[in-house]
């Protein structure tokens, strides 16, 4: 059975930071792209960050060079840290796994940055 488990979301304050986890079983990781996205409250779903097989990363403009995305393929899991964190950072967070015409998503994970 495949899962993913997103966890490390909660609330932060203004310039903080967050590390979200990705938690992946059911499936052969290594051969999957992953990918972050977010969906605020009322907004279309967006891309955040994505990480190839072969680690090539790629981010959305409002998030380059405040947040990294990585993979521990020994622990089948994808990592998105989060620094300086923004009110419109506000969203739940999903996990995305990709091969092909095959994708997996997660449940999600909550992130709220509000002073």
């Known amino acids: 059975q495949v899962q993913l488990v997103e966890s490390g979301g909660g609330l932060v304050q203004p310039g903080g930071s967050l590390r979200l986890s990705c938690a992946a079983s059911g499936f052969t990781f290594t051969t999957y792209a992953m990918c972050w996205y977010r969906q605020a409250p009322g907004k279309q779903l967006e891309l955040v960050a994505a990480?190839?097989?072969?680690?090539?990363?790629n981010y959305a403009d409002s998030v380059k060079g405040r947040f990294t995305i990585s993979r521990d393929n020994a622990k089948n899991t994808v990592y998105l840290q989060m620094n300086s964190l923004k009110p419109e950072d506000t969203a739940v967070y999903y996990c995305k796994a990709t091969f092909a015409i095959r994708d997996y998503w997660g449940q999600g994970t909550q992130v709220t940055v509000s002073s």
């Open positions: 990480i190839t097989t072969t680690l090539s990363t």
